[in-house]
Each structure stands twice: as structure tokens, then as C-alpha cells.
């Protein structure tokens, strides 16, 4: 079984356009995560979640809105796409022992 | 605030031989340090930590050594497989359900 799942694996849209990204875990972990790998592979932290609770932002423009209807599930809704918007969207989990996993990731292409 | 720095790459090494690829951080307190490796195509998966000073982490051949003194964490292997060919990277982060601080990774080429 898939531990960290994310879908889909690859999304092209236009510009303007409202894409979301769905993650689930079944690892029974607390904490999920996304992260943004740009093209030169650099990882950043864009949100973090713990029991369905918002607690990291960073920095992140206001057209990313992440949800998290459950423990299990943490969604990335993002409105109108923007070029720079392109790149591999990763979800993660974890629970206190501070190891995370990830899911496979998203390559987001816009046009 | 924290950061990780590690060297620049592309690193390329004929098979079988030594690798480190060096890693320091910046850090208040005493955080985890992580190596992640992420095979072409593929997500990111865990290849050893160490959680405080002077903990060895070791897994699959490569070893690091949390270094307290000089704030590092170097990854080294004694002989390279061509299957070791991935992007490397460090991370750091503190107690509790924290993201992580990643470095810039290396990418490794190994060829036979």
C-alpha cells in the first residue's frame, strides 16, 4: 500500500486557470505538508498542517488555499495559475518522531 | 532563521568510487539532521538521520555523522553504484512535527 499518495501525477492547464491537488496518507500521521521544488530542484516548505489545523504559511500567495477535510487527506486548491506557478508540488507526512515521507509529487506545467 | 548548505554539484564518479558530498547548517538549538534522496522521476526518500551530536545515521552504504563542533553533517560512501545515481539532499529541522530546512541537493551521476 501506498503510504504518502498524491494525485494527479502530472497536470497542464493553462494560465488563469483553478487546479487542486490531492493528498492522502495512511500512516495514521498528525502533521501533512506541502513543499514546492522548483526547477533547479530547490525544496521549500509552502504549508503545514497538524490535526487538520493550519499551522505554517509561508509565504505563499493567497491564490494557494490548502484544505484538510480529515487526518488523512491535505489539499492544495490553487486559483488562477501563473506561469511561475510551474513546478513539482510534493505532499508529506509525519507524526513526532520527525521522519517524513513523501508522496511521488505533482508536476505542474502551465502554459 | 535555519539553513542548510551543501555542495554544489553535479557530481560525477566512476562506480566504486569514495563519495561525500558535504553538508553544514545554520541552526538555533540543537535540531535533527536528515539526508533525502530523490531517484529521477521519483519523490524524495529518507536515507539516514541523526537526531543529536555525535550520532552516526548509516543506511544502504552511506554513513553521516552529526558534528556538533563544526555544524555538519557530511555524507560519504566507500564505493558508489551506478544506482546511486539520484539527487541528494540535507535537511534539518526541530522538535515536533516541523518542516523541513532543505539544502539545494546534489546530483549525483555515477558511471560504470
Not at chain 1, 521549500?44 to 494557494?64: G, H
Not at chain 2, 538521520?49 to 554513513?63: C, L, M
Request: glycine share 8%; proline share 4%.
Amino acid at each position: 500500500d501506498t503510504a504518502v499518495s498524491q494525485t494527479p501525477k502530472y497536470l497542464v492547464t493553462q494560465m488563469g486557470n483553478d487546479k487542486s491537488i490531492k493528498c492522502e496518507q495512511n500512516l495514521g500521521h498528525d502533521t501533512m505538508y506541502w513543499y514546492k521544488q522548483d526547477s533547479k530542484k530547490f525544496l521549500k516548505i509552502m504549508f503545514s498542517y497538524n490535526n487538520k489545523e493550519l499551522i505554517i504559511n509561508e509565504t505563499v500567495p493567497n491564490r494557494f488555499s490548502p484544505k484538510s477535510p480529515d487526518k488523512a487527506h491535505l489539499n492544495l486548491h490553487i486559483n488562477s495559475l501563473e506561469l511561475g506557478d510551474s513546478a513539482v508540488y510534493f505532499c508529506a507526512s509525519s507524526s513526532g518522531r520527525q521522519e517524513q515521507f513523501f508522496g511521488p509529487g505533482t508536476r505542474l506545467t502551465v502554459l | 532563521g535555519d539553513s542548510v548548505t551543501q555542495m554544489e554539484g553535479p557530481v560525477t564518479l566512476s562506480e566504486e568510487a569514495f563519495l561525500t558530498i558535504n553538508c553544514t547548517y545554520t541552526a538555533t538549538g540543537y535540531p535533527s539532521l536528515f539526508w533525502y534522496v530523490q531517484y529521477p522521476g521519483e519523490g524524495l526518500q529518507l536515507l539516514l538521520k541523526a537526531t543529536k551530536a555525535d550520532d552516526k545515521g548509516s543506511n544502504k552504504g552511506f554513513e553521516a555523522t552529526y558534528r556538533k563542533e563544526t555544524t555538519s553533517f557530511h555524507l560519504e560512501k566507500g564505493s558508489v553504484q551506478v544506482s546511486d545515481s539520484a539527487v541528494y539532499f540535507c535537511a534539518l529541522s526541530h522538535s515536533g512535527n516541523t518542516p523541513l530546512v532543505f539544502g539545494k541537493g546534489t546530483r549525483l551521476s555515477v558511471i560504470a
